[in-house]
């Protein structure tokens, strides 16, 4: 495979960010200098950057666009989570007063709380560069080999979906992280090469959903490892008037408040449905967004009166009437749904043990008397009989 660094560097109204695209493998160590010309990933991303400035009616262009709009770039601008945002910030700020590299941080949670923006907030407080890339891109020990070796003094490496790393590539970040070289072999059999490379000082930051699937090694290395949790529906409220603000679009306390209830606590489902309530409101009314607009938009995406999406209920009542409400193991939950189990433990089960409606028991998920009274179902008398065991 030839090696290649897709890159695109973009500044912001200040000039100040800097954000480097490192989603291709990076060159690996043979041929890791300056890169001349620009490579085919390079041109890749000059296009898109073209067609974003020139197709804004674009859906996807207009959906990109607006995702990284509605970013908050500074902390302060970064609603909820106060105990992170101010532990992080004063390591932040520390750093910056010693003129040092900040020591490297782990952020782990469900998907969409804003472990990215966080991120990219932080690497702008540095002033530094962010390098973006993510577990799966690292596939090859030459991969990361490459993006270590091009990184320089205090830039952010983002590594999304950390917990994805193979575990060839997460050796070479150990000695990375913890004294900044990196050791590698040239070469086979009798001209087998032990290289020492150093590095220049950075900042690794590691997301991730699933803290727990991280090795005790790597876990180590994050002096520092926050948890983001569920925003309060007050938060979300903030977040969706912020939001409507930057979108143009006219909504009230009200209707905020309504979208924000049913956004499962989550910033991302929050403008999500904010853009889905907007269409709604230009199509069938004056563009205006109040409680009654907000509610009969979010009824036709088929999200409930709690936030709950077709998916989740789909999860909720295969547990409750398929299994009587369980135990039920996961697998097999994944398969009657036919839905990839990731996703179910990743993005659906989360929030529902959040609000009590399923409890996971050593053996296997549980249906509770408020997941089963929120179905409209009562516990034991719906569903088949017989097939509430672990499968
Ligand atoms: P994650 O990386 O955890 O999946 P992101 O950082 O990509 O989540 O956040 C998803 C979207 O939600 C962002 O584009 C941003 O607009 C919004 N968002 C996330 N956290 C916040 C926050 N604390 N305040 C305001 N908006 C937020």
């Given at each position: 495979m030839a090696s290649g660094t897709k890159k695109q560097e973009k500044a912001d109204e200040n000039g100040r960010e800097r954000i480097v695209q490192a989603t291709t493998p990076a060159p690996g160590p043979e041929n890791s200098g300056d890169d001349a010309g620009m490579t085919a990933g390079e041109q890749a991303q000059e296009e898109r950057a073209r067609q974003l400035a020139e197709n804004p009616a674009d859906p996807v262009v207009a959906e990109e666009r607006m995702a990284r709009d509605l970013r908050p770039r500074h902390f302060r601008d970064y609603v909820g989570q106060k105990a992170v945002v101010d532990s992080i910030s004063i390591a932040v700020l520390a750093a910056r007063k010693r003129g040092d590299t900040l020591d490297h941080a782990l952020f782990h949670g469900p998907?969409?709380?804003g472990k990215t923006t966080i991120a990219h907030i932080i690497a702008r407080e540095l002033d530094s560069t962010l390098v973006h890339t993510s577990g799966p891109a690292l596939e090859r020990p030459a991969d990361v080999v490459g993006l270590l070796s091009n990184l320089k003094t205090g830039d952010v490496l983002f590594i999304d979906e950390?917990?994805?790393?193979s575990h060839a590539v997460e050796e070479y970040l150990y000695s990375a992280m913890e004294d900044f070289r990196i050791d590698f072999m040239t070469g086979s059999g009798a001209f087998a090469k032990s290289i020492n490379l150093p590095l220049q000082p950075f900042t690794l930051i590691g997301s991730t959903t699933?803290?727990?699937?991280?090795?005790a090694p790597l876990r180590e290395r994050f002096g520092l490892s926050y948890h983001l949790d569920f925003y309060s529906t007050e938060e979300l409220t903030q977040i969706v008037t912020r939001s409507a603000g930057i979108l143009d679009v006219d909504i009230d306390s009200e209707g905020a408040f309504e979208i924000a209830r049913r956004s499962r606590g989550t910033p991302r489902i929050s403008n999500r449905l904010l853009r889905r309530v907007r269409d709604y409101a230009e199509v069938r009314h004056t563009g205006a967004v109040d409680k009654s607009v907000a509610s009969e938009a979010l009824g036709i995406e088929g999200v409930d009166s709690l936030g709950l999406d077709r998916l989740d209920r789909l999860y909720l009542t295969t547990l409750s009437k398929n299994y009587q409400g369980?135990?039920?193991g996961i697998q097999a939950l994944a398969a009657t749904i036919n839905e990839d189990q990731q996703t179910l433990e990743d993005v659906v089960e989360p929030f529902l043990l959040k609000i009590g409606f399923i409890v996971r028991t050593p053996q296997g998920r549980r249906t509770t008397p408020e997941g089963f009274e929120h179905l409209g179902l009562q516990p034991g008398l719906d569903g088949p009989a017989g097939q509430g065991t672990l499968l």
């Open positions: 998907p969409g709380l950390i917990h994805r790393l699933r803290a727990g699937m991280l090795s369980g135990p039920a």
